[in-house]
């Protein structure tokens, strides 16, 4: 064996019999600053998926991957269920990690007898830390305001974006509709009220200039896919913004940083979009841990809040031969689902349905399979098995398992335990399966903070 082949086998099971002492006790050290990376809704599935499409579209792995194999990592699995439910949703996920406690879904940190909780970002505030939210979401959406906003539903947006002024330094993603006054259905200036309090607010990607407390808004709801294109800062850009606001945090600081929209391209049966915002995401990791690794002060974690509709690439063909081409041909793919109704028009036909997706997916369907989209799109119902896709894109996404070998088991959430890859000081508990109750309470030991939320009974 030569000497770059030794290099290139088992690097993490090498470097599990000698992980020295001294990598050891780093590993169980005491962050001054913590990130926390979430990809919304990313079935394990789609880990392999993302580096195996990352291999093909870039020609280079991804980031989450490596720190899979990366021995000086804690690597875990998380049980990321709810108190009224086994599948979770977003806001009762984040709601576990950033108060301790479980609660019910559609809820964001309020305990069904509605005794409200104290979000972890209010209390890093509080104990002098910087905070930072970044997300491709509205910046109201579940996933952020789980650590720093507690309310009783979590479609108020517009009421948990109030919350964020004294517990969020840097806020940045989309959702200008829940800050406008003319957009807001309560009317209350809320980009008003934030600059008064000393944010600089940022609209467009020109606009994005270092300074203290920041309300970046990009889109008037969620950002755009990344298959998309659109002219706005990418998860990554946002996210070194974010850090580099967090320069001189004499106290340290906790952010989190979310690809939001992996799951809403998941609830599409839509893989090209979410592949392509996985890679957002990884991106954005990326920037995450290259920040750490030049500090050796900060844990990074990376997680999912829960699976979604668990997608996987099918054994396609005899002995399987055929799933690697398949799989190739999501490149061709132009834009997201969300394109697709436009250009079918008011009143799809098969042949119409037929001539878009092949121009904009790059595959040629049958005409019985683009009946079935079409009577989809048009509000019937074409065939019907697996009830939760019967809607348009569920159609067409069982359709495009033919082709792409990539198949979905619905259009919802999903209760699989969801990977969580830590790296740094204070990573050291977050091996094996971790409860996502959990999470709280070690990263408030590790900002000196002494609380406990109220919990539920099972909660
Ligand atoms: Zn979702």
Redesign the pocket.
């Known amino acids: 064996m030569n000497r770059r082949s030794l290099l290139s086998v088992p690097l993490g099971l090498g470097a599990a019999a000698v992980l020295s002492p001294a990598q050891v006790k780093a590993k169980a050290g005491r962050p001054k600053n913590i990130i926390f990376c979430v990809s919304?809704?990313m079935s394990p599935g789609v880990l392999m998926m993302a580096e195996y499409f990352s291999k093909i579209a870039r020609g280079k792995g991804t980031r989450w991957a490596a720190l899979m194999n990366d021995m000086t990592a804690s690597r875990g699995v998380q049980d990321v269920a709810a108190l009224n439910s086994p599948v979770t949703?977003?806001s009762s996920s984040s709601s576990a990690w950033g108060s301790g406690s479980r609660i019910n879904n559609a809820q964001v940190n309020v305990l069904p007898d509605g005794t409200p909780l104290t979000p972890i970002m209010q209390l890093a505030k509080q104990a002098g830390k910087r905070t930072a939210l970044v997300t491709t979401a509205t910046v109201t959406h579940a996933t952020p305001a789980g650590f720093a906003a507690s309310q009783p539903r979590r479609d108020d947006e517009h009421l948990i974006g109030l919350q964020y002024q004294d517990r969020v330094n840097v806020v940045m993603g989309g959702g200008v509709k829940f800050f406008e006054a003319g957009k807001r259905k309560d009317k209350v200036d809320a980009v008003g009220k934030f600059a008064q309090a000393g944010y600089r607010v940022m609209r467009t990607k020109a606009e994005i200039k270092q300074a203290g407390k920041v309300l970046g808004l990009f889109s008037d709801g969620h950002m755009p896919y990344t298959i998309e294109k659109a002219d706005v800062p990418t998860l990554a850009e946002m996210t070194q913004f974010a850090l580099d606001g967090m320069a001189g945090a004499s106290k340290g600081f906790i952010m989190q940083v979310e690809g939001a929209r992996v799951?809403h391209a998941a609830?599409n049966n839509d893989i090209a979009a979410q592949l392509w915002d996985q890679l957002a995401f990884d991106d954005a990791l990326g920037v995450c841990l290259d920040y750490a690794a030049k500090r050796g002060d900060t844990l990074v974690i990376t997680t999912s809040d829960h699976g979604?509709s668990s997608p996987g690439l099918n054994g396609m063909g005899a002995e399987y031969v055929n799933s690697g081409k398949c799989f190739e041909a999501i490149l061709k793919a132009k834009g997201s689902f969300d394109q697709l109704p436009k250009m079918f028009g008011s009143k799809p036909t098969a042949a119409r349905v037929r001539e878009v997706i092949e121009a904009q997916n790059g595959v040629v369907i049958t005409p019985t399979e683009a009946e079935w989209v079409a009577a989809a799109a048009g509000g019937k119902k074409g065939i019907s098995i697996n009830r939760l896709q019967d809607v348009m894109f569920g159609v067409l996404g069982q359709v495009l398992s033919n082709y792409y070998g990539v198949g979905y088991t619905g259009t919802t959430?999903t209760s699989e335990y969801t990977f969580i890859t830590s790296t740094g000081p204070g990573s050291l508990p977050f091996e094996g399966l971790v409860r996502n109750t959990d999470v709280f309470p070690r990263l408030t030991k590790y900002m000196g903070i002494q609380f406990k939320n109220p919990a539920a009974a099972q909660g």
């Open positions: 919304d809704g949703d977003s799951d609830h979604n959430h």
